[in-house]
Structures are given as C-alpha cells and as structure tokens.
C-alpha cells in the first residue's frame, strides 16, 4: 500500500486542534439564562406544591415526600405527553436537574421500549438512564449511613 | 402562607444548581445519566459533610428538587434510622425517605408508556 | 474493468445507471431538496407498528419505485445490495425478505450506498449478473433509539451534532448503456484520527474521506478540478469545513464551490437540525434523487460520490475506544446518447 499521503495528512494532536478550531462552541450565555430561569420555575412549583401540601395537612416528615411524588407524577405525564423533551431540548440542565429530570429519565426509555413487549421492553429498560442513579444513590447513602454509625455509635 | 421572599430564594438557588449542571453539560460532554448520577451523589456528599443542610433551611425547594436534594434525602434517612434503628438503618434509611419519588417514578412511567407512544421530532 | 493504482476499480463502458428512486420523511421532504424525492412520507410509521417495521417498509417501497420506472418486474432483479443502520441490517433483510429477491447484505455505517452501488457496479461490469439494484436506508427514530437516547428524553444536543435522515434511495446498475455511466469506484480503508466524540461523526470521518479522494485521484492521475463537483455523504456542515481544511494541506485551491455535502444540503437552517443530516439514507436519497436528476438534466458531466461510515458501536463508545472511519468512491459521468 502506498503511504506518500501520510505526509498530508496532520498528526492526532494537530487534527484535534483542526476540529476545535473549525467546530462552532454551544451558545455559552444562553444556555445558562435558559438553565437558570428553567431550573428556577421548577423549584417555585416545588415550593408552591409544599404550600398545597400543608394545606391539606401533611406533617412536615412528611411533606418532603409529597412533594417529591407530585413533581415526578407531573414529570413523567409531561414525558408522555411528549412536552418533556422540547423543554429539555430549550432548557439543558434547567430540565434535567430537577427531580422531574429524573422522571422524564425513567418514563422516556419505558415509552420507548414499548414495543419490545411490556416485560422485556418497558420493564426491562425503565432503568438504563435512571438506573445507575439509584445504584450510586443509594451506595453512597450505605458508605455514608455506615460512616455515621461508626461515628455516633461505636467510637 | 405564600411569601414572596421564600419563592425568590427558591428560584434563585434553584436557577443557581442547573446552571452548575448546564456547565457540567457544555463544557465536559457528559450524558445525561451521568449528569444525574453526579447531583445525587455531591446532594450526599455535601450532606454528609454538613454542607447541603444549610442550603435546605435558606432555599427550601430551591435546594430540594434539584436532584441534590435527592441526594440530601438519601442522607438524611439513612441518619435518621441509623439513629433509630442502629446499624441496620444503614440498609434502610435511604430508600425509605425517597421511597415516594423513585415508585411514583417506577409506577406512573409503566401507567405512560403503556398510555401514551412516543412521537416522531 | 480493470484495477488501477492502489485500489481503484475502473470501468469501461460497463456498468451504467439506468434507474433511480428515493423516498424520504415528512422534514426531509420540507427542506431544501424536498422536490427532488419520488415521494414524501407524512406519516413517519408508514402505516406500520414500529419505526424499524418502517423503515423496512420504506426500503421496499423505494425498491418497487425504482424498478417500476425502469419498467421491470423484481423477478428481473439479478442482486439487491442493501443495508442500512441496524444491528444486523434488519430493514434490509426483512425488506429482503419480503422481496424475495438474490440479496447481500451490506454495511458500510454511512457509506452503505456508495459501498452497494461500488459493488454491483462490479458484479454487473463482471457478467456476475445481468443488473445489479443498490440500496441503502435510515430513519430518524430507529437511530435515534440505538445510538443516542429515547425520543421522550429531554436532552440538549450540541451544535456538532449531525440529525439523522428518514430517506431511502435504490439505484439499478444495467450493462447497457444509458445516460449515466459509473465510471470507477475506490475502495476505502478504515482510518482513525483518535477522535472520540460521538456528537462530531463529522469530525472523525473527514481523514477518511480526505485518504479515499487523494488516493481516487493519485490512481486515476486526475486533478481535483476534473469533477464538476466532489459530493461527500454526510460530513455536516462543520465536517465539511474540516475536510477542505485537509484537502488544502495537499492542493492549495480554493474548493468552496466544488465540494457539496449531501447532509449540509439536506435541512434548511430554520429547521434546527446544528450540523446537517447524516445516515445511510441521506446520501442515498439525495443521490438517488437530486444528484442524478442534476446529471440527467446535463446540469454535471462528471461527479465523484465519496460516502463515508463510521466503523463504531455503542459497545465500542462505551469501552473507550475512538471512532474509526470508512470512505468510498464512486465516479459518474454523464455520457450522451449516440
């Protein structure tokens, strides 16, 4: 095989610097504005949901986790009315890091997969984005929870 | 009931966390699922640490719905039944305290997907 | 036909183009080549019940279109090379299925059309068989779900980020003689610049395009400006920019006006799709349709066609490894009937 092309061509290190050079940046300063005022409008329905929640009567143990199931419901349904990505699509983060982010992440695989059958499919792939979530979740929260027993209880 | 000032810290902090979130997504490339790995486990770390506590007492949800705050209720459970139950609070404490949020996720996104089909963008 | 130089087959007078067809989807057909498609589907399922059910449905319809313009039945079909973006090329062989036509299957990522259309032009020019149909396909929604993320999930994609085309296109390769002429082809060889970036496939196959066409043109001893124009499959907008910019290092040219990238053409601006479109069926579609109808209408005389795959999988994204590439080349010319 002939090699006298090689000499055009530009090593690894100059070819990644031709490709930075030659692809264009994300829009920086929108894409935190969206980010931010996204983000911000979900955590005022958040705190607006607690306000609802004391009204009805929930203790304050427990009114973090009605909080939490009512945002997720909302998450997956947006999800599944197919709003869901097109504000993740405006807002980034603004629409990932919230809890309804982590909804969006387990009802958009399980509608996907549908079709490959409501075991196999919805089941079986309802955790491939939020799945290690959960595992690193709740492995910190035992290394953690265990730290802490050492700590207060043993030492 | 509704107070102004708390709504605006609740923005505030909670615009602050995604955009820290929006800087992971432009500048390192990360995916989605490890982007939502990353909040849960810093929401436990800086919990643990006694550094996300003080954010929940001035932003209320501003620090509890992003996906830190998942991470502080993974941390705050597992304290509180190690205390209450000793060391098997350990297995215990975090699932429970999030229990809520991870089977209204589990059962409503099986309800969807078995309701809705995904749509062509 | 006869090997030359390195790795270029050329054809003489052997294998011709005698028919063509191409379907696309609904955001295919609003962009700026949506006149040139046979027909736009509105309804991305095509009637079926999933999106690779579809997209095999699509294949075939784009198969019975092109034969039906030549005016002969599939019993007439001596090979179909086809493939497409699914594991194990599944719309192809099912559509295969359905055809029951002589069928290879083929994989070239990308670069499937110009890989089908290179091979049949050999079996035709051989006497292997008496025509030869090549086709390739994609659909947004099949590659959405194998490579990247459920369509529901709401993610931002970054500006480098290629959409992938809901298009098929089939050629039919005939020894006898018609307008165009498939006058040589180049094979490709994989080529990895280390570039890891699964939203830039731009950017990891531009060297692969830039080593098929300098070596096209050193076995040929042609110059760059003998083509009326170098069509490249899907670089995007970006990747594009990035192979003139390796093109220049060998010919200091200016090749703003010769270069065409069928995924930069394919959406307009407003249609908010960052790099261009990219998938077996963008250049097979634009091909099948526009480039030849350019062709036919004496608009080109002479076009090279450089398709170009990446050779990776989400296995291999995941275990770390780079995205290595593939580009061939097929050379068509338009001849005039005597």
């Known amino acids: 095989m002939k090699t006298d092309n090689i000499r055009f061509f530009p090593s690894e290190k100059e070819y990644k610097k031709i490709v930075e050079e030659k692809t264009p940046n994300s829009k920086k300063v929108q894409g935190f504005l969206r980010a931010f005022w996204v983000g911000g409008v979900i955590c005022v329905i958040g705190y607006f949901v607690g306000v609802l929640g004391e009204w009805i009567g929930f203790s304050e143990k427990n009114l973090p986790m009605f909080n939490a199931s009512v945002l997720v419901y909302f998450g997956t349904l947006l999800t599944g009315l197919g709003i869901y990505d097109?504000?993740?699509?405006?807002?980034?983060?603004?629409?990932?890091v919230p809890i309804t982010g982590f909804a969006n992440s387990v009802c958009a695989p399980a509608m996907e997969f549908r079709r490959e059958g409501v075991v196999t499919g919805i089941g079986a792939k309802l955790f491939t984005i939020a799945g290690p979530v959960l595992t690193f979740g709740i492995s910190a929260s035992v290394i953690y929870g265990f730290i802490y027993w050492l700590k207060e209880y043993v030492f | 009931m509704i107070d102004i000032w708390e709504i605006g810290k609740a923005f505030v902090v909670g615009g602050i966390i995604c955009c820290f979130g929006q800087a992971l997504l432009m500048?390192?490339?990360l995916t989605t699922a490890r982007i939502l790995v990353c909040f849960v486990v810093s929401g436990v770390i800086l919990t643990?640490?006694?550094?996300?506590?003080?954010?929940v007492d001035f932003a209320g949800s501003g620090a509890t719905v992003p996906l830190t705050g998942f991470g502080y209720s993974l941390a705050k459970g597992v304290q509180e039944s190690v205390d209450e139950l000793g060391w098997i609070g350990i297995l215990i404490g975090g699932i429970k305290n999030t229990a809520a949020g991870i089977t209204t996720a589990v059962f409503f996104s099986l309800m969807h997907a078995l309701i809705f089909k995904p749509k062509t963008k | 036909m006869n090997r030359r130089g390195d790795r270029t087959v050329v054809f003489e007078n052997?294998?011709?183009?005698?028919?063509?067809?191409?379907?696309?989807?609904?955001k295919e057909g609003d962009g700026p080549l949506g006149n040139s498609f046979d027909e736009i589907v509105k309804d991305d399922l095509l009637g079926t019940e999933s999106w690779e059910k579809a997209e095999s449905e699509l294949v075939k319809r784009t198969i019975y279109r092109c034969i039906e313009k030549r005016g002969i039945e599939l019993e007439d079909v001596g090979v179909l090379l086809a493939g497409d973006l699914n594991a194990q090329i599944i719309s192809s062989g099912f559509a295969a299925r359905d055809l029951g036509v002589p069928f290879l299957g083929m994989y070239g990522a990308c670069s499937t059309m110009i890989e089908s259309l290179l091979?049949?032009?050999?079996?035709?020019?051989?006497?292997?068989?008496?025509?030869?149909?090549?086709?390739a396909s994609s659909h947004f929604c099949t590659a959405e779900r194998q490579f990247r993320t459920p369509l529901e999930l709401g993610t931002q994609r970054p500006p480098?980020?290629?959409?992938?085309?809901?298009a098929a296109g089939a050629c039919l390769i005939e020894h006898e003689k018609t307008e165009i002429e498939i006058t040589s082809g180049t094979i490709g060889r994989v080529i990895d610049l280390k570039i890891k970036d699964a939203s830039h496939m731009g950017a990891a196959m531009a060297p692969a395009v830039t080593d098929t066409l300098f070596g096209h043109l050193d076995d040929m001893k042609t110059e760059l400006s003998s083509y009326d124009k170098i069509i490249t499959g899907d670089l995007g907008i970006y990747g594009l920019d990035i192979l003139k910019e390796l093109v220049k290092r060998k010919y200091k040219m200016n090749t703003d006006e010769l270069f065409y990238d069928c995924g930069a053409n394919l959406y307009s601006k407003q249609q908010d799709v960052h790099a261009g479109g990219s998938g077996c069926g963008c250049i097979a579609g634009v091909l099948s349709g526009y480039i030849i109808d350019l062709l036919r209408k004496n608009e080109y005389q002479k076009v090279l066609l450089l398709g170009s795959g990446a050779m990776m999988s989400v296995t291999s994204s995941l275990q770390g490894e780079s995205i290595p590439s593939i580009s061939y080349a097929i050379s068509l010319e338009r001849c005039e009937n005597d």
């Open chain 1, 86 to 96: 097109r504000i993740g699509k405006y807002a980034g983060a603004g629409s990932i």
């Open chain 2, 27 to 29: 500048y390192t490339k």
């Open chain 2, 48 to 55: 643990a640490i006694g550094l996300y506590e003080p954010v």
């Open chain 3, 14 to 26: 052997e294998a011709y183009i005698s028919s063509s067809a191409s379907i696309a989807g609904k």
């Open chain 3, 119 to 135: 091979t049949g032009a050999v079996f035709v020019a051989s006497g292997a068989s008496q025509n030869a149909l090549a086709c």
């Open chain 3, 160 to 166: 480098s980020a290629q959409w992938t085309a809901t």
